[in-house]
């Protein structure tokens, strides 16, 4: 599946890259989507088999979304949003 996820900070984005990559998933750091809103601007576009690639999703990232054939499906949206 393809997630793309937004952080709070751009540190916040290039740490979760390291995280999905050091679990074997392909992960590319880029400019949000228009259709997405975030508070830095820069995303994380992953292909991975589970949502987050820990076990627990890390403080810094506001929202993950599944990118899906008619658009983005929210599937996890910090509270503090």
């Known amino acids: 599946m393809t997630y ?14 390291k995280l999905c990559t050091g679990r074997g998933w392909k992960a590319q750091v880029m400019p949000v989507p228009r259709d997405l809103s975030s508070s830095c601007g820069t995303c994380v576009r ?9 076990a627990e999703i890390p403080e810094e990232v506001e929202q993950i979304v599944l990118v899906g054939t008619d658009g ?3 599937q996890y949206m910090a509270e503090n949003s």
């Open 4 to 17: 793309i996820a937004t952080f709070y900070s751009h540190f916040g984005a290039i740490r979760f890259k």
């Open 72 to 74: 983005y499906i929210r």
């Open 46 to 54: 992953y292909e991975g088999d589970a949502l987050h690639p820990t």
